[in-house]
């Protein structure tokens, strides 16, 4: 059972963990906003460069549409990655297009230098390589659109797929696009964390988080490290929360009880965590 049960655990190791579970609602907003983002993807790129170009355009879009409706809180799906990202990696690959004869050798250059120039700009946004990629394997259709490329379709699309889901997402608080729109119960974390608090808490925001258990719980407790090495004051309302604070040899803890009018069950404690000054 021992060796089984290690076995799984394993496994699990290398699929990854399960932060993508989310409910029903998540993914019927996601699902629906991706359908209205991508119908208005294809038909303008049709429009402007045929229906073959729009179907290598929309695989990028597609692309950019499980981000921005599926992740819209991720890193990789804010606004600066998107717009950054999609435009530079057009850049980069109507000029692999234009100046490399080998398709072979243009379609490597489009998207190895549209990831070099993303991570430079620090912009990196996923469907930008589709989008290098689109630019050198687009056809005539593409190629004669030269540097209007980048304006239209790969710009006026990336806008149209963001307006989606900037009103897509508004209605619901704790999922708004960008990320600065969303209303969020963030706290602080208080040890002591495990891999588990920290999943609870992913499954509780029901957002996915692109990032594993290990990395949040490392993340965690580094911030704990850098708020108790903090001097500043740190105020903790009354009757909400309950501090324990201990001290070592080497520092000593300060606390100041402020009330207010309206009773002792309000007000603020006020802790200052500091080291004595001969350092002992």
């Known amino acids: 059972m021992d060796v089984l049960r290690s076995s799984l655990t394993r496994v699990r190791q290398l699929i990854g963990p399960p932060t993508t579970r989310v409910g029903w609602r998540e993914i019927s907003i996601s699902g629906f906003a991706a359908l209205v983002g991508i119908y208005a993807v294809h038909t303008l790129?049709?429009?402007?460069?045929?229906?073959?170009?729009?179907?290598?355009?929309?695989?990028?879009?597609?692309?950019?549409?499980?981000?921005?409706?599926?992740?819209?809180?991720?890193?990789?799906?804010?606004?600066?990655?998107?717009f950054g990202g999609q435009a530079v990696s057009a850049i980069v690959g109507v000029s692999a297009a234009q100046w490399i004869a080998d398709p072979s050798l243009a379609a490597g250059v489009a998207v190895g230098g549209a990831i070099a120039a993303m991570q430079w700009l620090r912009?990196?946004?996923?469907?930008?390589?589709?989008?290098?990629?689109?630019?050198?394997i687009g056809g005539s259709a593409v190629h004669d659109l030269g540097y209007g490329f980048v304006v239209i379709p790969v710009l006026a699309n990336t806008l149209i797929i963001f307006v989606v889901a900037v009103a897509a997402n508004y209605p619901f608080p704790w999922r708004r696009y960008p990320i600065g729109l969303a209303k969020l119960d963030w706290e602080p974390p208080a040890p002591p964390l495990s891999s588990d608090h920290l999943q609870a808490a992913i499954r509780d925001l029901n957002v996915v988080v692109d990032i594993t258990p290990a990395e949040l719980d490392a993340i965690a407790r580094r911030a704990i490290t850098h708020a108790t090495q903090d001097n500043s004051a740190l105020q903790v309302p009354i009757g909400k929360r309950y501090v324990q604070a201990h001290a070592g040899e080497n520092l000593t803890i300060h606390k100041r009880l402020e009330r207010t009018d309206e009773g002792d069950a309000h007000g603020h404690i006020t802790l200052n965590v500091v080291s004595p000054p001969d350092g002992k």
Do not use: E
């Open 45 to 82: 790129t049709a429009w402007v460069a045929g229906p073959l170009a729009a179907v290598f355009m929309v695989a990028s879009m597609g692309a950019a549409a499980v981000l921005l409706f599926a992740v819209p809180h991720g890193a990789l799906s804010q606004p600066w990655p998107v």
């Open 123 to 136: 912009c990196v946004h996923p469907p930008g390589g589709a989008t290098a990629l689109v630019a050198v």
